[in-house]
């Protein structure tokens, strides 16, 4: 009994200890599982199917499965960045000599302080408010995954963030909005005349009419159910465009119309890149390879649509008043989301509704122009 006791003892010692200097940083040393018993790994998704070998045969395809509805539940870039997110926080209590298994409030808070002041990374430089923050809750996925919840609630964690936030804390910066003047001058920066142009030409509109996100673009296909890392499909009406997507909260259809002419019509964009790059099945964007003749079968990234944007502002020139640096920072693909509600001259709600947004609060934040001085609360005072 003794020598069980001291065995037992032993093994928690090590398990409590924080893992030795060749251990990677993002490696999780205690084996954790899901809470559906999934065997789990790296940032918490579940493991390969040969790490599951304790499960009799007949649940391996059933494991299997699982996992990729585990990975489903979750976009790509979350995963990314929550496993960027962890390792960060694991190679910081390896570097401090703190165990992360399991969580302790005492830690977090001063994981969160080393964020703040700068001493959490080699180049001393401190993280955002914003960055604090989803890095928080990228900890309290990555815990829940192991079966070991996060109290963010917890004195040592709440009341040090609502410091920092008090210390640190300051206006978002928001990515510039492309108004329709802009969208005009950045098609006329692309070259009609090749595949490459057309397409981009197809995705800024329907960018910006759809006030769709980077990966909606990108995720959608020319019909349903064709692939299965599809987003959503389009279909070509009389009227206009009918796109349904995917979201967090389940399936919304967007209605994007002709426009007044064929040069600024989404519609008419799209129908010509589809025809000349002869695609009836699959990914609506892709990409062109060949010197721009040939069109590939693989879907593009989403950080293409934050390039192209970023590209062709700076080459219309918008926004000429700011330095190229400062212009640089200012558009992201958020910029044809927050044009379209920027410009259009119709009711909130079906602003909203186009946005996909769940509150008129969200959609008031992006109208960041349209409705600036509209009200004169001075002069109505009658001054």
């Not at 928001?174 to 397409?199: C, Y």
């Not at 995720?219 to 070509?236: M, N």
Request: glycine share 10%.
């Amino acid at each position: 009994m003794a020598q069980i006791i001291e065995q037992n003892t032993k093994n928690h010692a090590e398990e409590s200890a924080a893992p030795p200097d060749g251990t990677a940083a993002g490696d999780d040393v205690s084996a954790p599982q899901s809470s559906a018993g999934i065997p789990m790994h790296g940032a918490g998704l579940p493991s390969p199917p040969q790490a599951s070998a304790g499960l009799p045969a007949h649940l391996e395809q059933l494991a299997d499965r699982a996992r990729g509805y585990v990975e489903a539940a979750s976009s790509a870039n979350t995963r990314k960045a929550y496993a960027a997110d962890w390792k960060h926080f694991t190679g910081w209590c390896r570097r401090q000599g703190l165990a992360y298994v399991p969580p302790s409030p005492q830690t977090i808070g001063l994981y969160i302080t080393a964020c703040a002041s700068g001493t959490a990374t080699a180049d001393r430089k401190p993280s955002s408010v914003m960055t604090i923050e989803r890095r928080l809750s990228a900890l309290s996925w990555n815990f829940a995954q192991r079966g070991t919840p996060l109290d963010r609630k917890d004195r040592h964690i709440a009341t040090v963030l609502a410091g920092i936030r008090n210390t640190h804390a300051s206006p978002p910066r928001q990515k510039e909005a492309v108004l329709p003047e802009h969208l005009i001058a950045m098609l006329e920066t692309l070259d009609r005349g090749s595949l490459r142009g057309l397409r981009d030409r197809a995705m800024l509109l329907l960018g910006f009419a759809g006030g769709l996100r980077r990966s909606e673009i990108v995720g959608l296909d020319v019909g349903r159910d064709q692939t299965e890392d599809s987003s959503g499909w389009v279909e070509v009406l009389d009227k206009g465009l009918l796109v349904t997507l995917r979201g967090k909260t389940g399936w919304r259809e967007v209605e994007i119309g002709r426009g007044s002419s064929d040069a600024t019509c989404p519609v008419t964009a799209l129908e010509t890149w589809l025809k000349l790059a002869k695609i009836a099945h699959g990914p609506l964007f892709r990409r062109v390879t060949g010197e721009g003749k040939d069109v590939g079968p693989d879907r593009l990234a989403d950080k293409h649509v934050a390039r192209l944007v970023k590209q062709t502002a700076m080459a219309a020139g918008v926004r000429g008043d700011l330095s190229e640096s400062e212009r640089a920072e200012k558009f992201s693909g958020h910029s044809l989301r927050a044009g379209l509600a920027s410009s259009a001259e119709v009711d909130e709600r079906y602003v909203q509704k186009q946005l996909g947004h769940a509150s008129a609060e969200m959609t008031r934040k992006y109208q960041r122009r349209r409705d600036r001085f509209r009200i004169n609360l001075t002069k109505a005072s009658g001054l």
